[in-house]
């Protein structure tokens, strides 16, 4: 009798709460993420220039800089720590329907980042505008223009940068290999854009995470006049790896 993806997805939904790791990854993301929240709004309400563009909003969600990492790897455990452990074999005669395995595995992914990630943004936000409230320094509120989609967007960019690190863990098969790979694409690229001639460096502004992230900000990029087209960019190119990592799982031996 053939699964149904309902039962695939309470199965894997099972399988990841019931990881140590899935809970410690977590409880990292939330104590990294607000832990450098609280330091970093300090630090820029003592440095508040009183004049010029202020972004409080933008500053108390630079969090995601980390967040990004760690939720990424959550996202590549969902489908890495089956291989590690032999278990990819019990599952895949559970559910011989090998896309159906995998888009009950993404699926799991993405609902599990998308809370953890919005619960972040909201909590650093709140966290971020006390302190500045606390330093007297202005500070937004969620009322404020362009303060609900920066949060709300951040969260959405969380949940895209697990379902990049799952489909990276379902090509590699190795949490080292795809996470190193996702440190490449989010850190390693950007910080290398300085280094080549100017017309080069145009081109990275075209860098998926470069302009996903300007959704964060409420005061307007000029170099990502459209950061929610830039976010569907991102999106388009996560969909991509995601295509390739399903024709790999299909057609590989475990």
Known sequence: MSVSFACSVRAEWIKLRSLRSTWY????????????????????????????????????????????????VLGILVVTAEHATGLMQTSLIATPRRHRLLAAKLVVAVAVAVVAGQVLMFAAFFLGQAVLAGHG????????????????????????????????????????????????????????????????????????????????KTVPDPEFPHPWLNLAGMCAGVAAVLAVAFVVFRRRDV
């Open 25 to 72: 990854t977590l409880a990292c993301l939330f104590a990294a993420g607000l832990g450098i929240t609280g330091l970093a709004m300090n630090a820029a309400a003592k440095d508040f220039p009183g004049e010029g563009p202020w972004d409080p909003t933008n500053r108390s969600l630079t969090s995601y800089i980390v967040a990004q990492l760690v939720i990424g």
């Open 137 to 216: 320094v202005p500070h937004a509120g969620l009322g404020d223009p362009g303060v609900l989609s920066a949060v709300t967007g951040g969260g959405l960019y969380l949940a895209a940068i697990a379902l990049l690190a799952a489909g990276l863990g379902t090509i590699m098969r190795a949490t080292a290999g795809a996470l190193a790979t996702l440190v490449g694409i989010v850190f390693l690229v950007p910080a290398l854009a300085g280094l080549f001639p100017a017309w080069v460096r145009n081109l990275f502004l075209y860098w998926p995470t470069l302009g996903a992230s300007a959704v964060l």
